[in-house]
């Protein structure tokens, strides 16, 4: 089965869709969101876990500015996992990222996350095959303990080409407003694309599908935005939250 | 299989063994731990993580005070998981837990621990048979991730019988010095003790053997206080720990 072979996933919207529409669809998710989180956190029953991962340039940033826009800061925190520093090291894998999954109530975003001890650690050699089987049972433990304590776990890969992510590099050399996000080693993982192909393929084929992963093609910002927010509404939609009534004491 | 049948075990010391001598012995066990925790701290390879359970009474903090009097406290935290908070509460139920596993060189003592989620809140009424069922299977993989990491994980149940319960429950209100320690409730938690030895027994059978649970008589604290040692002394021995030599740069 090749559902999650991502060089035959095309990173575009489709043909036909209106980019003017589709914005439009997009604002409207926004405001519902803006709301649902409200919810959400009144009810304080349920939270809401969001994993972002991609290639360097896929737009992680840049969806969480767009879609969490509207909603009030204190119910959403993001935290960005870098690479280890010697304290998270001293670890488990797990350990750095158990602290700052969600409280009731609450939506927390994952730059990256996790699943970087599967992926950039494999391409980097620090992590060999039998160790990323064991991984991904014991991120399927884990991520199950979070959903059978109410928290909705989504998770988002950033599917963009190899041509896109050039354009991107090149635009942040040319960019001054854009400099501070160069990596001069940006230009040369390039060569590990089919690598990091091949381990995102395990990682969905292993972490799933009872906790799906979103393959969401981003080329097109406008796009991605538009299949984030409206998979994030509709999961909130799907919990039938309810504001609480007054206290009856 | 009834191993693990609290009431056929006894809670004291063998008949004929010498309290002097094993004191004695005692004493070098808790020498050579100081000397073992030294290297632990200079390899920085291996952690040890020691979970104490037991009844109230059954000698937890002593255990502690006793058997790590040697040892360097820089090198040592002790953390007492008691009712949760209400932030606690609003995570899973290892989400505490899991940030006070000890990092590489260090040793962490649990004074109760992950496991009162299957044991005090089962008699409370507040965890069904199928969650406990559910939370064994993430507490092993969860254990099992710590001792893939390099933790070693020792699971201690000091284990009294009921009248020596009643005793020391007497004493702390017999003793101005010990009036600190008397719960009102400690005597009605006596009616719960054939709950409590089936919830252990449950325990036992379903988070082991892989990382077992030492079950020790502990009537009698200097024989408790010898096996504790004892357990921890072999355990980091078992490791073959090396003091680094000097850096070669």
Same mark, same amino acid.
């Given at each position: ?13 489709? #043909? ?12 409207? !998710? ?17 939270? !809401?876990? /969001? ?21 009030? $800061? ?9 690479? %280890? ?11 750095? *990222?158990?602290?700052?999954? $969600?409280?009731?109530?609450? /939506? ?29 049972? /014991?991120?399927?433990?884990?991520? =199950? ?6 928290? &909705? ?10 041509? #896109? &992510? &050039? ?5 942040? !050399?040319?960019? %001054? ?5 160069? =990596? $001069? ?10 690598? +990091?192909?091949?381990? +995102? ?14 393959? /969401?093609?981003?080329? &097109?910002?406008?796009?991605?935005? +538009?299949?984030?927010?409206?998979? *994030?509404?509709?999961? !909130? ?5 309810? +504001? ?6």
């Amino acid at each position: 089965m090749d559902t999650y072979d991502l060089s035959k996933i095309s990173t575009r919207a489709p #043909e036909n869709l209106s980019k003017a529409a589709t914005k439009d669809e997009t604002d409207l !998710l926004i405001d519902r969101l803006e709301e649902l989180q409200n919810m959400l956190y009144a009810e304080g029953k349920w939270s !809401l876990l /969001i994993v972002l991962q991609g290639m360097d340039a896929s737009g992680k940033d840049g969806a969480v500015k767009a879609v969490f826009s509207a909603v009030n $800061p204190q119910g959403v925190s993001v935290k960005s996992f870098k690479k %280890p520093t010697e304290e998270e090291l001293s670890h488990d894998f797990l350990w750095r *990222i158990h602290r700052h999954t $969600p409280a009731r109530g609450k /939506i927390q975003i994952f730059n990256r996350s996790h699943y970087e001890d599967v992926l950039v650690t494999r391409v980097l050699g620090l992590t060999d095959d039998a160790t990323a089987q064991k991984r991904f049972k /014991i991120i399927n433990a884990f991520e =199950n303990l979070l959903q059978e304590r109410g928290t &909705q776990v989504l998770k988002f890969y950033l599917h963009i080409s190899e041509a #896109e &992510q &050039q354009e991107r590099f090149e635009e942040r !050399l040319n960019n %001054p407003r854009k400099h501070w996000k160069y =990596n $001069p080693n940006d230009l040369k993982s390039a060569e590990n694309w089919p690598e +990091y192909r091949q381990y +995102y393929k395990e990682v969905f084929e292993n972490c799933g599908p009872d906790i799906p992963w979103r393959i /969401i093609p981003s080329d &097109q910002k406008w796009y991605k935005e +538009y299949l984030i927010a409206k998979t *994030i509404v509709e999961t !909130l939609e799907g919990l039938h939250m309810k +504001y609480p009534g007054l206290p009856t004491e």
